[in-house]
């Protein structure tokens, strides 16, 4: 695979490699930790396929050459967590205004 080295194993990247997984993960708002998790997956898959897990990705999900990709319940993730934070702004653990903001930053995942 251009730009990584190594045998097994985590991947071990070439600057420019690491370069392109940094522009990636700006490009698409995810972590470098998410990034290099899809690309360690696409390589154990040999590029034909891919089952990862990264909380930046929406959990877990699978992607098969030929377009087929699952990604787990991100929706339902995101409503329990908006439930929760409910909970802790109606016991006064949580201002209006940091729920709104939380809110918000969870509906921009969608």
Known sequence: MAGAEGEGGMLKLTPQGQETVEKLA????????????LLQALVNGNGASAQFSHPD???????????MTMVGDMFAEIVATLERLAQLKERGIL????????????????
Do not use: Y
């Not at 490009?27 to 998790?37: C, I, K, L």
């Not at 959990?59 to 030929?66: K, L, T, V």
């Open 57 to 67: 990705l929406g959990g877990s999900g699978q992607w098969m050459r030929g377009g």
């Open 95 to 110: 201002s209006e205004e940091e729920f709104a903001a939380k809110k918000a930053e969870l509906l921009g995942r969608l």
């Open 26 to 37: 700006r490009r698409h708002g995810v972590s470098t930790e998410a990034v290099m998790t």
